[in-house]
């Protein structure tokens, strides 16, 4: 059964950092990417980026650059996502997804961690 | 915004069919996936490469494309079918990834 468990909640003040992690079992760890995505309260889903197999390629989207960082360790099948001078407006909660694509012309996320909630309030 | 455009709220009679749609350019090369989001849980894939269902996913669930359009089709629909449905696909430019804005469906 292929599974992602996510840490805990977190809550932080602002201009302060996180670290979520997102450990992953089940499948060769090594032969898949991870996606980042987040949620703010009542909002939709926002992409944050990804890591390569071999945790040596990241790509992240633009509104992110600078601030947050994605790594892996391989030897405990462990992804990580660092958030840097965190804001009110990324209180949300922080999903790792696994990916799957097929052809390069198709990407989907399966399975899904259960979710990180982290708050920022001073 | 998002670059995958979706109708913010769809409502569909108990046994009924819905279809909920995704537009953007991307979708004319990438295909698009789809996935089912019940409050307080995390998304669910319902639909990926465009019309395959994951194992464990009802035959109700299909899904389609039409130029920049891609739909995801519920036939006779549950109550336990109201929920929030989101698209997703490759940006056109294929620096990043996008979701749709997410619709939510009521079951009446």
């Known amino acids: 059964q292929v599974l992602l468990v996510q840490s805990g909640a977190e809550v932080r003040k602002p201009g302060a950092s996180v670290k979520v992690s997102c450990k992953a079992s089940?499948?060769?760890?090594?032969?898949?990417?991870m996606h980042w995505v987040r949620q703010a309260p009542g909002q939709g889903l926002e992409w944050m980026g990804l890591?390569?197999?071999?945790?040596?390629?990241?790509m992240y989207a633009q509104k992110f650059q600078g601030r947050v960082t994605m790594t892996r360790d391989m030897s405990t099948s462990t992804d990580y996502m660092e958030l840097t001078s965190l804001r009110s407006e990324d209180t949300a909660v922080y999903y790792c997804?696994?990916?799957?694509?097929?052809?390069?012309?198709?990407?989907?996320?399966?399975?899904w961690g259960q979710g990180t909630l982290v708050s920022v309030s001073s | 915004s998002s670059e995958l455009t979706q109708d913010p709220a769809v409502s569909v009679a108990l046994g009924q069919t819905v279809r909920i749609t995704c537009q953007g350019d991307?979708?004319?090369?990438?295909?698009a996936s789809w996935y089912q989001q019940k409050p307080g849980q995390a998304p669910v894939l319902v639909i990926y490469?465009?019309?395959n269902r994951p194992s464990g996913i009802p035959d109700r669930f299909s899904g389609s494309r039409s130029g920049i359009t891609a739909s995801l089709t519920i036939t006779g629909t549950q109550a336990g079918d109201e929920a929030d449905y989101y698209c997703?696909?490759?940006?056109?430019?294929?620096?990043?990834?996008?979701f749709g804005g997410g619709t939510k469906l009521a079951v009446l």
């Open positions: 997703y696909s490759r940006h056109s430019s294929g620096s990043h990834w996008v």
């Open positions: 089940g499948y060769t760890f090594t032969s898949h990417w």
């Open positions: 890591i390569n197999p071999s945790g040596d390629y990241t």
């Open positions: 997804a696994r990916d799957v694509s097929w052809s390069d012309l198709a990407w989907w996320l399966d399975p």
């Open positions: 490469r465009e019309n």
């Open positions: 991307s979708l004319r090369k990438y295909h």
